[in-house]
């Protein structure tokens, strides 16, 4: 029963919502090309948008403006008038809270989608079973939701998801619900269990770790307004703007404000900001580096060190292997590791800009 | 003495109290409906006796029996009947965003206050245009508008209380949403079901005015309107007879009353209380 | 914007007709026809005649619509503050834990569920002159003499308003009690140890947190009791003479003697005094937006 999975692609996505105070543009010409079988991770702290973009393509809101394919299948359309159902649009989703059906056994919420399609009882009974075995969930068939415990739901649910075999899998930060060490086992048993069945999936968190380790591709969302879509290496090293940069990554990116003394630039791009990666700072004794700081705190995680630093009131975090606990230090980087970004808070390309700059406090 | 005495006296009066006021009518409707003769206290000796309820329940004349069945059938339509279209309305109210989401329930709300006098005038010159006086329509369809109110704010309390998120899993799951109503929600809110299921019956059994002009004899006349209008062969209201009908109306509703206590508790408060 | 019109508000509107429909059929449609019909006279053997106003200019020159009104008015006022003052009490009572609380607690649905007109009989039979329950306690303890309970319009008066009391209360009694329970206790340890004392802790503490559930049971209440009908009917029939005739209860004499346009005039008036009520109720008492 495998389908051939599917590309989804949302052109001019546009969200208003009529509020009693007013219009609110929730999402601003969102433009997404999710190839088949791709994991494809939508990333963006609250509130920017993510979950309504999600049940936009799941056909459980409706779009202000725009159009979804499901591969050549229009799905919503809003110049031709077009809206599918979700259930017209096979999809499937994972719910944050999981949404088991609390009055029924953990097979009939998995057999209710196939009830649905009219399959017979002895199909829709294999069809569960394997799937379920697949998730190692075959011995719970008989429980209720409430007997089970979190991390057996979020299995439930995804057994839920997949028992139809849809085209597009799509998952609302799934893993937020379960504490730290299972979030982590599951990361992993979910990658490698959607890369097997090969279905197209996507997926939103706002958990940039989260993101980082299973996308293939993330696209990363800012009060409705999409900010980069790349590979996990892509946004980590080449961030398009000051947000994906601090947002990617952890610590987060140390930046600071610089003015170009030398430049071959037009004088109003004077003022830029640089950008540096904890990793990416190397200490060294006072004098011997870019600027000079006094050490606030120090941190130890198991082998590392994070060293809260302070410069002209400006903080700065930097993470390494040693740390000798000195109070005094001097910090340095190289130039291919710094990202500069201009006022606006968009990328400058290093190449543009001369050796010359000085740190401005 | 100290605030503590003061408070046990207090509870022990006042449960006292709270006993006999509410337990003597009722202690003396059957007092008198085992009583032989209801001069006991004007001279007469008290004589136990079961010949009224005998009476009641033999009598043709008297018609408790027809009156009995003639509730039963008006309560069990009814019921039934509403609570089906009050989760439709509920369904929708609590789950899609529409026009008439905030209007319709304070309308149905503010039904609950009106006079039955200034509805039933013209239901009965409707009714009787219609010819259905003294039929069960005539009841019925009025009780349907009369307890909606009821039923509707029972079910919203609780529908409200259910997450829409299950909703949203069953569509993409295929369900059409009267499928979600009957096969998802109604199954969660089956003690609002059943706690509106009771009070509906009970309010139907309890309604007197549109029975009393709606129907005209004892082929659709309610217990309510019987029990108005109980007289005796010649005139005089036979008390003990009349009491031991009471009676024997009123203990299966107490029964099912205590049976039921809880879930009609519930939605006696959740009614009002949101309300 | 133009597809918000689609499949799922039409839904909704299918899902809501049917209650509307009844209830705009059975409810709406006979209020707005008994509005109608009040502007007409109505009577046996003459054709029905629109005459506009006559009918409610006639009703002001009737002493028994004003006498009606008052002994309503009065009734209301008397049985819903001694339901409420009774009510709460007994609300205060059952919070506390005792041995037993569980059942009173239950004995309090009984007046509820017992239809309003067999209560009625109840406590007509308890009011007769001869054989009553309460006459024979009077002479019994030697308090009094026989009272004409049902024949006198004082004692009549205050014998509706205990019958009415006695099935009221308790429901007052229970919705009350759910508003106390909702109370946190730590308010009242903090009260105690503040030193309030108990009547001090029921009029700044109690009360005040009460008020949400006293306004919305003292609304329902008040209209109750303003369209009483079922009590009068059959424990006085609106006697002796009328004198306890409330307006619904005159409305339906009206009704019953054929008189169909007055009839509906009163039971218009009815409606617009026991609407305008509430609505004078709210806006004094600011219910909060549901």
Same mark, same amino acid.
């Given at each position: 029963m495998k389908k051939t999975a599917c590309s989804v692609w949302v052109r001019e996505i546009k969200k208003i919502f009529s509020t009693s105070k007013g219009k609110i543009l929730v999402l601003d010409n969102i433009n997404l090309e999710i190839k088949s079988g791709e994991l494809f991770i939508i990333l963006g702290p609250s509130g920017c948008g993510k979950t309504t973009l999600l049940n936009i393509i799941a056909g459980l809101e409706e779009p202000t403006e725009g159009e979804i394919f499901f591969g050549d299948k229009v799905v919503f359309s809003s110049q031709k008038h077009i809206f599918l159902e979700p259930f017209e649009r096979d999809v499937a989703m994972v719910f944050q809270s999981y949404a088991l059906y609390p009055h029924m056994t953990v097979y009939q919420n998995m057999a209710f989608p196939l009830k649905n399609l009219k399959f017979k009882r002895e199909e829709i009974k294999k069809q569960v079973i394997k799937i379920a075995q697949m998730l190692r969930i075959e011995t719970l068939l008989e429980r209720k939701p409430t007997e089970l415990s979190g991390g057996q739901k979020q299995r439930v649910a995804i057994g839920r998801a997949l028992v139809r075999t849809p085209k597009v899998l799509l998952m609302d930060e799934p893993l937020s619900n379960l504490d730290a060490q299972l979030r982590a086992e599951m990361r992993v048993e979910l990658k490698l269990l959607i890369k097997d069945l090969g279905i197209t999936t996507i997926y939103v968190t706002h958990d940039q770790i989260e993101a980082m380790t299973l996308g293939d591709r993330i696209a990363i969302l800012k009060e409705g307004v999409l900010q980069q879509i790349g590979d996990p290496n892509e946004l980590f090293y080449h961030p398009k703007n000051i947000f994906v940069a601090g947002f990617i990554g952890t610590p987060s990116m140390n930046f600071l404000s610089a003015e170009i003394i030398r430049d071959k630039l037009p004088i109003k791009n004077r003022d830029i900001t640089i950008g540096i990666r904890p990793q990416d700072i190397e200490i060294r004794p !006072?004098?011997? /580096?870019?600027i000079n700081v006094s050490v606030q705190l120090v941190e130890k995680t198991g082998d590392k060190y994070i060293v809260y630093v302070d410069y002209k009131k400006q903080k700065i975090v930097i993470e390494t292997s040693n740390f000798s606990g000195e109070r005094e230090i001097s910090l340095f980087w190289p130039k291919e590791k710094t990202h500069f970004f201009n006022k606006k808070g968009e990328r400058i390309e290093s190449a543009k800009i001369n050796s010359f700059h000085q740190i401005r406090d | 003495m100290s605030e503590r005495r003061i408070k046990s006296i207090f509870i022990a009066t006042g449960s006292i109290f709270l006993f006999l006021f509410i337990i003597t009518p009722i202690f003396w409707m059957i007092v008198i409906s085992f009583s032989k003769d209801i001069t006991f206290l004007t001279g007469g000796v008290y004589q136990f006796s079961l010949s009224n309820y005998i009476t009641i329940i033999t009598s043709k004349s008297l018609h408790m029996i027809d009156y009995l069945k003639n509730s039963l059938v008006v309560a069990s339509i009814t019921s039934p009947i509403v609570l089906i279209i009050s989760s439709f309305s509920a369904y929708a109210i609590t789950r899609i965003n529409f026009a008439g989401r905030r209007i319709i329930p304070l309308l149905v709300l503010s039904i609950s206050i009106f006079p039955q006098i200034s509805i039933v005038g013209y239901l009965y010159r409707w009714m009787g245009n219609l010819g259905w006086i003294n039929s069960y329509v005539a009841l019925v369809l009025p009780y349907l508008a009369w307890t909606s109110p009821l039923a509707l704010w029972i079910l919203l309390s609780y529908f409200s209380q259910i997450p829409k998120e299950l909703d949203s899993a069953a569509l993409i799951d295929g369900a059409k949403r009267p499928k979600i109503l009957f096969r998802i929600i109604l199954p969660l809110a089956s003690p609002a079901v059943l706690s509106g299921l009771l009070l509906v019956f009970i309010a139907c059994f309890n309604e007197f005015l549109f029975a009393l002009m709606l129907t005209s004899d004892y082929g659709a006349q309610t217990v309510s309107v019987g029990i108005s209008l109980f007289q005796g062969l010649h005139g005089e209201i036979p008390w003990g007879e009349l009491m031991a009908a009471s009676f024997f109306v009123t203990f299966p509703l107490i029964l099912l009353t205590f049976l039921f206590q809880k879930f009609i508790i519930e939605g006696l408060t959740t009614g009002a209380i949101k309300g | 914007m133009k597809i918000k019109c689609h499949r799922r508000t039409i839904i909704a509107y299918i899902f809501v007709s049917p209650l509307v429909l009844i209830i705009f059929l059975f409810i709406l449609v006979p209020i707005l026809g008994t509005c109608i019909n009040s502007f007409f006279q109505d009577i046996p053997y003459l054709p029905k005649k629109f005459v506009g106003m006559r009918n409610y200019l006639i009703l002001i020159k009737n002493p028994d619509f004003w006498d009606a009104l008052k002994f309503t008015i009065f009734f209301t006022l008397a049985s819903v503050s001694l339901e409420t003052i009774l009510g709460i009490s007994f609300a205060l009572l059952l919070k506390e834990r005792f041995p037993g609380r569980g059942i009173l607690r239950t004995m309090l649905l009984i007046p509820w569920a017992i239809p309003t007109v067999i209560s009625a009989r109840i406590w007509q039979i308890i009011y007769n002159y001869n054989y009553g329950l309460l006459n024979y306690i009077l002479q019994y303890l030697k308090i009094s003499d026989k009272i004409n309970w049902l024949g006198t319009p004082q004692s009549a008066f205050w014998a509706l308003v205990l019958a009415d009391v006695w099935k009221t209360t308790p429901f007052m009694a229970l919705i009350l009690l759910t508003g106390l329970q909702a109370i946190p206790e730590d308010i009242y340890k903090q009260a105690k140890v503040d030193g309030a004392r108990f009547i001090k802790r029921f009029f700044f503490i109690t009360l005040p947190l009460l008020r949400p559930a006293l306004i919305v049971a003292l609304i329902f209440r008040t209209a109750d009791s303003l369209r009483i009908f079922d009590l009068v009917y059959v424990l006085t /029939? #609106? #006697? !002796?003479a009328g004198a306890t005739r409330t307006i619904s209860v005159l409305g339906f004499q009206y009704y019953t003697s054929a008189d169909f346009g007055m009839g509906a005039t009163v039971s218009f008036i009815t409606f617009l005094i026991v609407f305008g009520f509430s609505l004078l109720y709210i806006k004094l008492w600011g219910v909060r937006k549901l």
């Open positions: !006072p004098n011997k /580096g870019i | - | /029939g #609106g #006697g !002796p």
